[in-house]
């Protein structure tokens, strides 16, 4: 039997690096000042169905299904609504700006292709409550030093920078109504991946056509991002950002700056996207609160494909994952097993990862088990008892020591 | 709108509390040599219907449905299945024995009740290959220091030790089937909380009454535990476990010792359970893979109420969640933003964690913020640029210093 296909099972290995990518999101985020939340993986269906439109693709791809009570119960496919509500409940707890952070898994009903899954995991910031550029500027400069610190450069990814104000002008300029903005907005996102006949099939109620859409994103909108990119060139991070109007991303709910990231080779599916949602939260607590809100959205799925490419990314998470054991405890006269539990017990305490054969074993076979695990030192116990051997694996160098005299020793262990 | 009920809302002070429970696991599980591994929150419903007999609670209380596929899938109840469908599929690939944890959410259907819900954490640990008594005191060791990493000492918990083989030894002499020993074990589940009179009556078919059942218990069975009781003396532990044969278990897969933790004062339920279950990967593998194994779960919400209702733990947690921030850089003077934004951007690539006012304030509103997000140092940026304030915020003391020579400064800051 296998797992479901779409769904993971993390052997160590693949777990291993499944919590480097957690640390690494979780530790940059800290230092951002963000704070972690989470929410259930089960929520009432209605508050997809309140987000979304009607045949909206991530209402097509939910897990949704009437639960033992009758209760209409969806497994979530993204965390924002969650935080919506999260938000809306008990914003008044909380000084503004909110900065907020999640690593959470999601569930889709998608077709099985590169970079896409069914149960994903996924890293969400946002900042409440805060309209200013300035937010804007914070939430990308996280977006781009996560991407640093997995040991990307500049030469490996590029944050597409965006605006749906200086969108929304042009078309408002151009007589498009709102279903018309729409449709626009819906094929300037297919733009790279469709034919300009079909897009242009897909414009006609609009009155544009795909050269009207080129040639809005080719004039650049320089004002838009002005302070965006002011805010970002102080921090140093100009390098990693680049205006770019093709970017609107396919939901309806952003009103301001959007952006996404891609590998410089454009090989992959965007590595991260989001934007201002300012009507947000007012619309999903039915007007009770009004906050602006920013925030982003990081798979691990793109991000993992991305990292076995690239060198100092691989090299960074084989520097994370390389084992180590600190301690491991040879019995080399069975008849001493309960000293050796003892010490053990020791290790232990003292907080070394410690290990040790459950079963009697040939001291060779311990030995080998020891360099299996890394383990840094070995303690040996046998005859010589109250005698042990203490020996640091990598050097071969041992000494004969009281196990009284053990503790000390281990303590400048835990040291190294 | 709120969360389901059954299923809870993590705001950022009770995500650190789960995120202080979820570290407090894996540390001690890796000192102990466990490796982490985890699977999908989706599985095929077969799974769970092959491990458990048709009208098992576990089956009544899942979160069963058929996705768009039509497949019959299931939320996850339980790791067990999961773990033996991933040892099943890739024993050979690892060492024996191995030592396996996870820090997983589960889902049942259960009734609104004091220590349980709909979604809760569970902490798993399994030692797989290895039949020994040694595997059974290790993996106790385990549970008993998890408890003690919490700040629980055996004035709070007592781990009560059983064995299946005793009662099924007990049971063949007094003649019971396969059924009549399920009924018996059911019972004896239940006498702390049912009546006599009604157990009795579902004895009856038996040939058994309350009271054997209770003679058995009352005489103890001396050897069964002998050898995992001495590896656990070894250890310094034997303080913690009690042997006490009314525990059984509910599961019917268990072959040889069974355990559980409770709070001394019997206030709450099972802490912690589990036990050895050396037949279920076989059956569950359809007799391809034969391995013994023992573990046992902790799940988070017993575990919360529990440290909730004791100081040394309720200390521990509080100590662990203290909210530290490292510096908060002050804009004195809003043309300096620029200035500013290039040393928080610094300070956070030392990886300090770093916050600041993202719209203009006034500095003693400024400073007011840097207290309650509780920084140690504040850094004032403003006229004297390029001199900034350096100012630690809990003794009160400041100097001026060139903006360059912050960053030997913060390093120091950093090593504190």
């Not at 987000?51 to 639960?67: C, P, R, T, V, W």
């Not at 099985?112 to 550029?133: M, V």
């Amino acid at each position: 039997m296998q797992a479901l296909p779409g769904f993971r099972d993390f052997y160590p290995e693949d777990c291993a690096r499944r919590n480097h990518v957690i640390e690494t999101w979780r530790s940059v985020s800290r230092r951002y000042g963000f704070l972690e939340f989470d929410g259930p993986v089960l929520e009432s269906t209605d508050l997809y169905r309140k987000k979304n439109e009607e045949g909206a693709e991530i209402l097509e791809q939910l897990y949704s299904f009437a639960d033992r009570g009758g209760r209409e119960v969806a497994l979530r496919p993204e965390m924002t609504p969650t935080l919506a509500r999260m938000v809306a409940a008990r914003e008044k707890h909380y000084r503004k700006p909110m900065k907020w952070f999640c690593v959470s898994n999601f569930f889709r009903h998608e077709r099985q292709q590169k970079g896409r899954l069914r149960e994903f995991l996924q890293f969400n910031a946002d900042i409440i409550g805060e309209s200013s550029p300035q937010a804007d500027a914070e939430i990308i400069a996280l977006a781009v030093d996560l991407m640093r610190a997995f040991g990307f450069t500049a030469e490996h990814f590029v944050v597409r920078l965006s605006d749906r104000k200086a969108w929304m002008e042009f078309l408002q300029s151009r007589g498009c109504d709102e279903a018309a903005c729409r449709t626009v907005l819906a094929c300037a996102d297919k733009l790279e991946r469709e034919p300009a006949e079909k897009l242009n099939a897909k414009l006609a109620p609009t009155g544009l056509v795909v050269d009207d859409l080129k040639a809005f994103i080719a004039a650049g909108s320089p004002g838009a991002f002005a302070p965006v990119l002011e805010a970002l060139a102080a921090r140093g991070l100009s390098g990693f950002v680049q205006p770019d109007l093709s970017i609107v991303r396919g939901l309806a709910y952003y009103t301001g700056v959007v952006f996404e990231i891609f590998d410089r080779s454009k090989s992959l599916r965007a590595l991260a996207g989001g934007g201002r949602y300012d009507g947000l939260i007012k619309g999903l607590s039915d007007g009770a609160i009004d906050l602006p809100a920013i925030g982003f959205g990081m798979g691990d799925v793109v991000l993992g494909h991305l990292i076995n490419e690239t060198p100092s990314a691989s090299e960074k998470l084989k520097a994370a994952l390389a084992q180590t054991s600190d301690v491991y405890v040879i019995i080399a006269d069975e008849s001493r097993r309960a000293e050796a539990l003892q010490i053990v017990q020791t290790c232990r305490e003292l907080g070394l990862s410690t290990d040790f054969s459950l079963r009697p074993a040939k001291i060779g076979k311990q030995f080998q088990e020891a360099e299996h695990l890394g383990a840094c030192h070995a303690v040996l116990v046998g005859q010589e008892w109250p005698q042990v051997k203490l020996k640091h694996l990598a050097t071969r160098s041992e000494e004969a020591i009281d196990h009284a005299a053990l503790v000390p020793n281990l303590k400048n262990i835990k040291l190294r």
